[in-house]
């Protein structure tokens, strides 16, 4: 299997980035990495074996980010304002910089956007604010309220950010359109401590008329690298 390892200074962020790319051809993912993960945790945590035949097929590119959540929303050492303005600036690094990357790399305008955990929320949270960009979503057991970051601070910078706030008020027809062009997957189970989360998330798609696939398997736990491994194998077909 392809493997390329590829880091740039970032003018978004200010300091080095590094991905690892995967595959040779075909459909790319943008993987993001779970709660405070790095861009190898899919490779070490058995997703990319998992993808084994679609990248050795040319049928899938995976392109796994890193996150500065250390630096952000996970960051206690500074204040919230300082906290949002960084994964702001972490936006602005996925758009103006990784998601070029990926498709000159792949010459595709379909892209897929999938995470587990916290990464099923950077991947949500991009393709509810860039839908253009992107063609399908697998958000795997996500959490998608993040007010808990913030220490009861709230801001508008807050609220762009957090999917269950701006979701609801989301108006525009265009935007709404080029939602419900893409293919948008959760996957939860009975006992992931994010189900809640879920159900929540999929009324709200469903209040807009956003068709959606949500997939919760009862008796389960389904908040872990094993259950994701086999999660992302029955949506990347």
Known sequence: MH???TKWWSPSLGRDMELLA??????PI???PSSLGRFFEWEDFGMVKALAFQLESGQNQLICVDSVDAESLYNRNVDPHTRIKRHQQYEQ???DEAMPFVRNRSNHNFVIAAGASFGAYHALNFVLKQPWQFGKLIAMSGSFDVRSQFDGFYSDDVYFSNPVDYLPNLSDNETLEAIRRNQLVFTTAEHDPCKDGNLH???LLT???IEHTLE???????HDWPWWTETIK???A
Do not use: C, V
């Not at 995967?22 to 459909?27: I, Q």
């Not at 919760?216 to 389904?222: H, K, M, S, V």
């Open 207 to 209: 209040q807009k008329s």
């Open 3 to 5: 493997r390329e390892y």
């Open 216 to 222: 919760l398997t009862p008796g389960a736990f389904g």
């Open 30 to 32: 943008i993987a993001f």
């Open 93 to 95: 690094y996925i758009l």
């Open 234 to 236: 029955r949506h990347i």
């Open 201 to 203: 998330m999929s009324y």
């Open 22 to 27: 995967f595959g040779h051809a075909g459909t």
